[in-house]
């Protein structure tokens, strides 16, 4: 599946087919022994990494990132080994899932990624070009608990499902763009640049 990737369209190099064939097969091993994520399959996989950089298409550049919530590592672990050289943060308060990204980040040599082991209200060091999320809260509350990590020109993107258009309402969004790709809608709110 991910030979299906239009490397040209998303301007990936060749190196990150070869991290993601090392990251499936990490969090395969790790997956199965601390309840990383529930689909483990090969298939699942591949589709969670092609969600993950869809959104490179349709964003604009930016220099640096905060993924909230990065879990399992979807979709901020995936964008950081795909834009290598943009300077990434990934927030995830569980030990865990925390340990793993630390495991991958090291074996892959990412030297762009930072993992912070908090939730993201707590964190008040960093202020990032980019936020993005997949499945942490609704659009209103994620706005709200990023603040304190966003500047005035920031953009955001959040992986959501079908309850975007109710989110988009209750948060009183208006210039947002919203794309969609099988189940997903990303919500595209782009910064004053």
Not at 98 to 105: G, Q, S
Request: hydrophobic share 40%; glycine share 4%.
């Amino acid at each position: 599946m991910l030979n299906k990737i239009d490397i040209d369209k998303l301007n990936l190099d060749k190196e990150f087919f070869s991290r993601c064939e090392t990251f499936i097969s990490l969090l395969q091993k790790w997956g199965k022994v601390h309840n990383l994520t529930g689909k483990l399959t090969q298939i699942d996989i591949e589709e969670n990494i092609i969600d993950s950089i869809t959104p490179l298409e349709f964003i604009n550049e930016y220099n640096s990132f905060a993924d909230i919530g990065t879990g399992a590592g979807y979709p901020g672990l995936i964008l950081a080994m795909a834009r290598a050289d943009k300077k990434a943060y990934l927030i995830e308060p569980r030990q865990k899932r925390v340990a793993f990204l630390n495991f991958v980040k090291n074996t892959l040599a990412l030297n762009n990624i930072e993992i912070i082991s908090k939730r993201v209200e707590e964190v008040s060091n960093i202020k990032v070009d980019l936020i993005t999320s997949r499945a942490v809260t609704n659009t209103k509350l994620l706005l709200d608990l990023t603040t304190n990590i966003s500047k005035e020109n920031t953009s955001f993107l959040f992986y959501k499902g079908s309850l975007l258009e109710t989110e988009v309402e209750d948060a009183k969004l208006e210039d947002c763009i919203i794309k969609k790709r099988k189940d997903r809608n990303y919500l595209y709110l782009k910064g004053n640049l």
